[in-house]
């Protein structure tokens, strides 16, 4: 009977021990670390993406030549992806209400964590994976210009996975980001907005221009702020360093007229360019997978303006 009690003893405390291992296993599983360097050669220098744990694994930080591109702040001024839904309500649609974004929310602020959930996470070569349960931009009881906040919680439903690859084909300068939301059952939207790529820069990119895809030249745009129908260059007043966006996925469906924005913010010292998808059914928006391909150019002025000439002209083969 001793015996048996002994081994007895010993094999619960075996199991216990092994299911200890399992669930710590499943916790680092759940829980992966979002602080990581991504580099690939990009002309005569190299382009360098950082991601932080603090920010959900979203883009902190992207370099060419030594110049930093990216005025990462608090956790919504990133290289980052968000949506937006109307949860079926009639009358102005206001994005921040129901708005989940990836970086965090705005009660994060300039703190060490973030309210969204990193879910997946790998790197290999020149590329970067990342899933991420989005958190709510705006705390339930929050407003955004004196509109209340639609969701009930902080961590939404909401999932949004990226693959971010720096090079395309034989185009070293741009960045080829694929980004998937995935909206959850259960809710009710008749209208949506993805944000599927937005960029908040330094303000010293103070020139904003825009391409136009058939002629392949560039001409100044004004500050507006809001969208129009072609591909948005950021550069400086030197042309010396210049980001710019192109989608081969534009325009949506209905919104032919918008699909790429431009805004500067001179109180905060920051300008912003984005872009834009969205999708209208009265009947709802259906739950599931929404994918759109991002290409993200980088360099001089003219390397910019060059490369985005060459997406386009490949997209339209």
């Not at 916790?27 to 005569?44: H, I, L, S, Y």
């Not at 210009?145 to 741009?174: C, F």
């Not at 392949?216 to 745009?221: A, C, F, S, T, V």
């Not at 699909?259 to 209208?280: H, I, Q, S, T």
């Amino acid at each position: 009977m001793m015996n048996y009690l002994c081994n007895s003893r010993f094999y619960y405390r075996g199991l216990l021990i092994l299911n200890l291992f399992f669930y710590l296993s499943r916790a680092c599983q759940a829980a992966p670390e979002g602080d990581t360097v991504v580099r690939g050669k990009a002309g005569d220098s190299e382009i360098v993406i950082t991601t932080t744990n603090r920010l959900a694994g979203a883009i902190h930080s992207l370099t060419w030549n030594g110049k930093e591109f990216i005025d990462s702040f608090d956790h919504g001024r990133q290289l980052q992806s968000a949506a937006s839904f109307d949860c079926g309500k009639s009358g102005e649609f206001w994005a921040e209400r129901f708005n989940p974004t990836e970086a965090g929310s705005r009660t994060d602020g300039v703190g060490p964590t973030s309210s969204s959930k990193l879910l997946r996470f790998k790197t290999q070569d020149k590329e970067l994976q990342t899933t991420t349960q989005m958190a709510f931009w705006l705390a339930p009881g929050q407003e955004s210009s004196g509109r209340p906040a639609l969701n009930t919680g902080i961590l939404s439903d909401h999932r949004v996975s990226k693959r971010v690859r720096i090079g395309y084909q034989n185009l070293d300068q741009v960045l080829d980001y694929q980004v998937t939301f995935t909206l959850p059952e259960g809710e009710h939207h008749n209208y949506a907005q993805f944000e599927a790529l937005t960029g908040y820069m330094p303000a010293e990119f103070e020139k904003f221009w825009k391409f136009n895809p058939k002629t392949g030249k560039l001409k100044p745009l004004d500050d507006g702020p809001g969208e129009q129908k072609d591909p948005v260059i950021m550069s400086t007043r030197d042309g010396a360093y210049a980001m710019g966006v192109y989608s081969p996925d534009q325009p949506s469906p209905g919104f032919e007229h918008a699909g790429y924005g431009r805004f500067r913010f001179p109180a905060a010292k920051v300008v912003k360019w984005n872009c834009a998808f969205r999708v209208r059914n009265p009947e709802g928006v259906a739950a599931g997978d929404y994918s759109f391909q991002v290409f993200v150019a980088i360099g001089t002025l003219e390397d910019v303006r060059s490369s985005l000439n060459s997406l386009v002209a490949e997209s339209t083969k």
